[in-house]
């Protein structure tokens, strides 16, 4: 039979989606199923696994389904996932102990508290690239073992510690491998990045046995065939990758400086930074872009907490827009934001800034100033906050890219990609298939079974749907980046009292 399919199982935080793609890299069918958020304890965040897993196999059979295809013409599946979401089960009976503990839960920020001030910080920093943070799956395998008094167990060998990839696996696939890849074991603040084993110093640091961890593959290999259950035939499932790294290797962000920027809630820029580890200068994170053929490839990573989220701000709680994309019209109904700047440090700032107690704050008002400038400014703050993060880590990685490639629900906004390129002074390229982190996913898993003779290739169905190029003079750029300045600057000293 022809293999001329390939698959991606996105498991998000929200919902489980599938997305059939032609090797080609176009769009066949997609299925996605949503599924309950668990808060049982003021900011704690829970996932059933169950409800993980059926979700994801409802939403893979509602694709096939769908696309009216036979699953024997699927040459393999990819797997991308929310990250650092933590997992233990029973590996005989492959029973869970508990429900997932959701990466945005808060619930072990005592015990990195402790980590840090016990002087830890920088020997994580310097093994794992990351910042320690509750965020990651360390902790919360560590609270896991500690609250359900297992660690006895995990040390015989009886239990599993996995990421949303590694369950997948398990479960989805013939024999039960236990198995994670690189970019996942990546951010568990357990991984060490220089010599990508899990690090004995960590582990001890954290108390967890390494009885209960997962082998770490690379994000393009066969890791077994999916169970006949499934689909009624065995499939090769060949990658896995957390989110943002299929995403940035979906963009085809093959060379050092190439970097992609996510624009939903919140935006996610990674950038390709090479062989080599480097920690940032800026408090970004050090991460896997991937590891292929055992070669690692670096990535620098940034957030913007307050992305798309600004508008929804703008809509929900000021009522200045009825849908999100009105915003683009309001902007551009006036010639400029007037002097206005929006600094939405609602929950803070994070890189380059990091200030847990900055506060959104309105600059620049004036007795003229309405709705329209207010939004402008508003999605300005995004493009200015992500334009910060591209100088950080154009400055960490020595070079200034000349292109950032785009995708995410905002990017449909052309007023905020341009005036993106515009503050930047970067190229904007908005490719044709937005579906990037499921791409990636599928993509990788083309190449792990030679679909893809090489890299190189596996960006051939990459296009530029468009592209936006910097049309504001120098002058005016430095004027509005020097105001926008400005504003970080005394939103960080009012914070400083805090
Ligand atoms: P997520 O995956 O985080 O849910 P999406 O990629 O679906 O996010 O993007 C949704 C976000 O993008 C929302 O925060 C929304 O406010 C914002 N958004 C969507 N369309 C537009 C638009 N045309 N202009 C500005 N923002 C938009």
Redesign the pocket.
Known sequence: MNKRYLVALDQ?T?SSRAVIFTVEGHVVASAAQEFKQYYPNPGWVEHNPGDILSTQIESLRAAVRTAGIDPNEIAAIGITNQRETTLLWERSTGKWLYNAIVWQCRRTAPYVEKLVKAGYGDLIREKTGLVPDAYFSGTKLQWLLDALNVRDRAEKGELCFGTIDCFLAWNLVKGHPHVTDATNAGRTMLFNLHTQEWDDELLKLMDIPRALLPRVIDNAEIIGMLDDSILGCPIPVAAMAGDQHASLFGQACFEKGMAKN?????CFMLMNAGNEFRLSDHGLLTTMAWRLNGKPTYALEGSVFM??????WL?DEMKFVK???E??AIATSIPDSDGVYLVPAFTGMGAPHWSMYARGTLFGMTRGTGRAQIVRAG?ES?AYQSRDLFEAMAQDIGEKPATLRV????T??DY?MQFQSDIAGVAIQRPAVLETTALGAALLAGLAVGVYPDLPSTAAGWHVEKKFVPAMDADRRAQLLHGWERAVKAVLFWAKDE
């Open positions: 998000g929200t996510t624009y939903g809630t919140g992305g798309g989220a600004t508008i929804q809509r849908q999100a994309k915003s683009e999605l995004i995708d995410g629900g905002a449909a906004n905020l």
